[in-house]
């Protein structure tokens, strides 16, 4: 009889982790994923799931040793930059190979008009010089970065803002959803509201681009929010590849 493989840490919700943790399932390799928390209603992964933090890069390395963890995959948002840093740190504490899965951001094509800017705050700064009314794709997490403007705004968030996310817009909306998104839609959208400028995070991926390719169709200039610096560590831009990783890893 062989020997049971150690277990994987797959950090983060995005839809690169539930592809890796269901190819990792279907080879029955033991996985754990670790959700932040931040969303009421998460879409699930196959395999164990826990909800919550770590406790800082100490609290990750314990929890590393603790459960046996033979490999860690970050696959968290392009922009959770804290818990990526906190993962290179806790697995050169606890001796354990990390690799992060992120998707490539994305390009402008013919006919784009995009904006990018370093942070939120400096995308606040570009919107009154573009437009009137803008569609903020952000998150409800970083809504107070627009709250000095005097100008109509409509935050798409998959949960409603509350007091713990600072001072909100005087002119807000919000409409709550969860992609992914078509084209068709995403062009109804800027059309019934009269959006003539969008605010997004190179998020990057299929499941919220619909937004990009409307943008072009209505001539819509974008603001596109760069990605934060990430911490030195071997990198696999798509699933197939990183299940390679963790399999070269964990063989037993």
């Not at 150690?6 to 890796?20: C, M, N």
């Not at 002119?171 to 800027?190: A, I, K, N, Q």
């Amino acid at each position: 009889m062989g020997s049971i493989a150690p277990r994987v840490l797959i950090l983060g919700g995005t839809s690169e982790a539930r592809a890796l943790a269901a190819e990792l399932v279907a080879r029955e390799v033991p996985v754990t994923s670790s959700l932040a928390g931040r969303v009421a209603q998460p879409r699930l992964p196959q395999g164990d799931v826990r909800v919550g933090g770590f406790g800082g890069p100490d609290g990750l390395a314990r929890w590393l040793t603790d459960h046996g963890i033979g490999a860690v995959v970050d696959a968290t948002h392009p922009f959770a930059r804290r818990i990526s840093a906190s993962a290179a740190t806790a697995t050169a504490s606890a001796g354990v190979p990390v690799l992060r899965l992120e998707r490539p951001g994305w390009q402008p094509g013919d006919g784009d008009d995009w904006h990018w800017a370093d942070t939120l705050a400096d995308a606040a700064r570009l919107l009154p010089r573009l437009g009137t009314r803008a569609l903020l794709t952000t998150g409800r997490q970083g809504l107070a970065e627009f709250a000095g403007l005097d100008m109509w705004l409509l935050a798409r968030c998959v949960d409603p803002p509350d007091e713990t996310d600072g001072p909100l817009p005087a002119r807000l909306d919000v409409t709550l959803s969860r992609g992914p998104y078509r084209v068709t839609d995403e062009v109804e959208l800027l059309r019934r509201h009269r959006i003539d400028v969008l605010v997004t995070k190179d998020s990057g991926g299929d499941m919220t681009s619909a937004k990009l390719h409307a943008a072009r169709e209505e001539r819509v200039p974008v603001v596109v929010v760069r990605r934060p610096p990430r911490p030195e560590m071997p990198r696999s831009a798509d699933v197939k590849s990183a299940v390679r990783w963790v399999v070269d890893r964990t063989a037993g």
